[in-house]
């Protein structure tokens, strides 16, 4: 790997960490109030792609955690150290299309040969699935 090429990762992992929340998940930016788990999981494929798993799996357990009552996640805001929910997204089967897409690139045997982290996500697929096919009434 070019020395250029394994800088830009270091500054790419080195952002995205700064991001990390204490309660598992990202902000948008450092300094930004806003959490957004779509764009979340689009940017953690970055950390898949460099073996540090433990910001994701963290990650897709506070997404577990915060489903509301339909199954849907929302965005979050920071109001100092809380996490508000906002009470809305911007399309529901967007976020768990993205969650589906970075847990399923943790559990690649190529990407994590020795620990298949992501099998515990995946045993509750079903909530996430059935939430949406049941309110866009889907067969």
């Given amino acids: 790997m070019s020395e250029v090429r394994k800088a830009l ?38 950390l898949v792609r460099l073996k540090t798993w433990e910001p994701v799996q963290s990650h897709l357990d506070w997404y577990l955690q915060h489903l509301n009552q339909q199954g849907y996640i929302n965005d979050y805001r ?28 943790g559990s690649e045997p190529k990407q994590n040969p020795t620990d298949n982290w992501s099998y515990p996500f995946f045993q509750k697929p079903t909530k996430l699935l059935n939430s949406h096919r049941l309110t866009q009434n889907y067969t």
């Fill in 9 to 46: 990762e270091d500054h790419q992992k080195a952002f995205l960490l700064s991001c990390w929340l204490p309660s598992g998940t990202f902000r948008l930016a450092p300094k930004r109030d806003q959490i957004n788990p779509y764009f979340t999981n689009l940017a953690l494929v970055t």
């Fill in 78 to 105: 920071l109001e100092g150290e809380v996490e508000v929910d906002t009470g809305s997204a911007d399309s529901e089967d967007s976020y768990h299309s993205t969650c589906f897409n970075l847990a399923g690139r």
